[in-house]
């Protein structure tokens, strides 16, 4: 199974923007769907968007028009682009890996990165 290292979070006005990055490592990253996950003080952590091998890409109803996954499978690594951020996008943000379309197996959770959207 694949480790995360997530990076750039950080301090940003409503309106603004990230983009976050996912370092993967491990074998065969071009295998899996990879997806984006989020988890908000007292909140569970939920999907914000998945990128399957063959392109298909899912987004959370929250995140639609605003957010965009990418990844660079030469480099085993994902992306998330944040536009017009909105306090309520604040939580911590983490990315996963599976097989298929459906979430299942997940592996070890990395340290995530914190995205806080305040004025």
């Known amino acids: 199974q694949l480790q995360f290292a997530e990076s750039g979070g950080g301090l940003v006005q409503p309106g603004g923007s990230l983009r976050l990055t996912c370092v993967a490592s491990g074998s065969a990253f071009g295998l899996y769907t990879i997806a984006w996950y989020r988890q908000a003080p007292g909140n569970q952590r939920e999907a914000v968007a998945a990128l399957t091998r063959s392109r298909m890409i899912t987004y959370a109803d929250s995140v639609k028009g605003r957010f965009t996954i990418s990844r660079d499978n030469a480099k085993s690594t994902a992306y998330l682009q944040m536009d017009s951020l909105k306090p309520e996008d604040t939580a911590v943000y983490y990315c996963?890996?599976?097989?298929?379309?459906?979430?299942?197996?997940?592996?070890?959770w990395g340290q995530g990165t914190q995205v806080t959207v305040s004025s």
């Open positions: 996963q890996a599976y097989f298929g379309e459906t979430p299942n197996n997940f592996g070890a």
